[in-house]
């Protein structure tokens, strides 16, 4: 029997993979031609199954699976895992319909990648979407054709824990990065088996949670919702994403898993989505908490009529949608749209052909060389450089260095949270790296103090210190007592520099990871102050999930490095970037504070009628300024360039006024711009040249700047390039009072600039 299946399974599997290129030969009219014909012969309860997702496996799962009562699976992993529940699908129901499998690749499967907030700090859209193909590869190679990625959430709230699964707090940036991070997993194909379905989330403004709290209300104005929230979403839906998220939140008084205003007029009345829609963990069921829904059958209903075309893991859907068509409460014809939303998704993805994951594939495509490598370019590629006094940094090789602090060799937090598959031994710590570099006779390790985790609603600093072992993974000598600021203080004496590694543990941030202070946790402070004390040249090497405060820092260590968290490179891409083997050219993708008191903090915001200014009856605050401590966009490199010549062409740029909501696209004439910038340093460098414009008179006001535009340009010592920026008119436009997208005449700034808080500036006019 056994070897009967095997052979089964193998024919099966040759069968599918000689008919991947046939599914890339189906038209979008036989596709629909298909979904119409199985649509015709699916039972009521079938179509209720279809349109459920269910957590894991058990032998109850695979009976309903069986009885055509389900039609997704989340977080079943590996290529024969997989298999066994297709199996009860395929071979096994009446329809035979396969299911979709669907787990959280949020970056990078096994093979993990910097946390998405870091990788879009890169700048790199090419780099980004070659890191998701590299994740796509390895999760479809274990099964998974469908990931809960990309995170699109804009979030000017660092005390968010969620804050690090997205690309940052700019509606541009973000939409060029969702872009990316859509085409990288879904590649040209998504019937290629070397592709996953991707998933945009969580829609929409989860990011703009009362006080940064997990799961909080949302109530934002309609302009804010399209002029800064949506739009990271439109442009993953113009690239073609398979799939969206309904949010955990309400927003404005309807929870987004209900909302059939960005579920419906917006996202398939506007644009034409054609895809399906999957609600979060439980968030139909908890549409009862909300308090819009008296039990599961009317949630099931409201989700159901709002646009929520799939339930994910609370069952309601397949327990309560017959009953409510029979009832008359329910058109069928609405689920009948649910259902052939995901069976288009399902046969474009062509799981009708191949259903099954090659085991073979697990064993060759997962950690790779080449991934790997690619992974310590995005690591490389994604540290921002915050300070760098009299060019402390690139080190010199031929030195000792003291390696201290709580994270130089903590595998697990270089990870990230939500690191798919990953596993802490295949990380490489910041201390592994160096000591790989340098050799380990020059390198001087001591842990310093431990970060004791937090317990919900409580401050840090209560757990007790593990001990440390006796030996650190890269064999440098540790101490096998408790880390003490002794040791550390002893071995920063012994070494000609220190290289400080402190933060928060990765599983302080991500989901259900809200802080309410952004201090380091526990006694990192008394450690960094022990150190200082030694007056020895010092890095401060941060690893986080969200800018934490670090204003005491700039006075007082010569150079600032923030590494978020890395991935399973993370430890040699610091090593490569620390001593000079590569480059730091990444960017700050958010606003990063000065205290807790300034959140929300944003380089966007609107002018006010009274402008910052140093006078009291001026917007700002009696005890700190309004500036952030670095602005959005900032980031040094090893060498300076210098901004001049800029010239701003905009002859061709029209005033067009649409009316009605769709009138959002499609206006011809367009701005260009140029600026010489020069590499007056001693080093190569790469510099993110970054545009914005700001429209000076509008019906609506508009953010003191705005980003329309940004390139990575290397050169050499000496070398200067004329770089150029085309902006389509159209998306020079905002909201006029009544939600009409409008390209106002008028006189607009432009900046050419090396951040949100500089550049050299010129203007133009829009007649
Ligand atoms: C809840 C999270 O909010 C979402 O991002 C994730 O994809 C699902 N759980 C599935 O794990």
Known sequence: MFYFRQTLLCCILLFSFSLTSLAQQFSDTQIEQRVNALLRKMTLEEKAGQITQLAGMNAHTAEMIKQGKVGSILGVLGAENVNEAQRAAVENSRLKIPLIIGYDVIHGYRTVFPVPLASAGSF????????ERVAAKEASASGVKWTFAPMVDIARDPRWGRIVEGAGEDPYLGSVVAAARVRGFQGNNIADPESVVACAKHYVAYGAVEGGRDYNTVDISEELLREVYLPPFHAAVDAGVGTLMSAFNDLNGVPATANHHTL?????????FDGFVVS???????????????DDSQASLEALSAGVDMDMADDDYERFIPDLVKSGKLPESVVDEA???????????????????????????????????????????SMV?????????????????????????????????WAGNGQAKDAVTPLE??????????????????????????????????????TGAAGVETSNKAATIEDAVSAANKADTVILFVGELAGMTGEASSRASLELPGDQMKLISAVLATKKPVVLVLES??????????????????????????????????????????????????????????????????????????????DLSNEPLYPFGYGLTYTKFKYSNVSVKSGIVRSITFGGKEGVRGVAGSLHVTAEIENTGKREGTEVVQLYVHDRVAPTSRPVRELKGFQRVTLAPGEHKNVEFTVQANDLGSYDPDMHWIVPAGTYDVWVAPDSASGVAGTFEVQ
């Open 124 to 131: 790199d859209p090419q780099l980004i979407e070659q890191s």
């Open 433 to 470: 790296g160096i000591v790989t570099k340098l050799g380990k006779e020059h390198v001087l390790y001591a842990k310093g103090v431990d970060i004791p985790p937090f317990e919900k609603g409580l401050a840090a600093g209560v757990a007790a210190p593990a001990p440390t072992s006796a």
């Open 385 to 417: 450089l915050l300070q760098n006094n009299n060019d402390l940094l690139p080190l010199k090789k031929a030195q000792t260095v003291a390696v201290i602090g709580p994270l130089a060799d903590d595998k697990a937090s270089q990870l990230g949270s």
């Open 545 to 622: 999930g969200r800018p934490l405060n670090i204003s005491w820092a700039p006075g007082h260590v010569q150079a600032i490095m923030q590494a978020w968290f890395l991935g399973v490179q993370a430890g040699n891409a610091i090593a490569d970037v620390l001593f000079g083997d590569a480059s730091p050219s990444a960017r700050l993708p958010l606003s990063w504070p000065r205290s807790v008191g300034q959140i929300p903090i944003y380089y966007n915001h609107k002018n006010t009628g009274r402008p910052s200014a140093p006078d009291r009856w001026h917007t700002g605050y009696l």
């Open 280 to 294: 979060d963990y439980n968030s139909i069921h908890e549409l009862i908490a909300h308090g819009v829904a008296a």
């Open 264 to 272: 419906t007029d917006i996202l398939r009345d506007e644009w034409k």
């Open 339 to 381: 259902v052939r939303r995901v069976l288009r998704v399902k046969f474009k993805a062509g799981l009708f052909e191949h259903p099954y994951a090659d085991p073979a594939r697990e064993k060759t495509d997962i950690l790779t060389a080449d991934s790997l490598q690619i992974e310590r370019k995005m690591a490389q590629e």
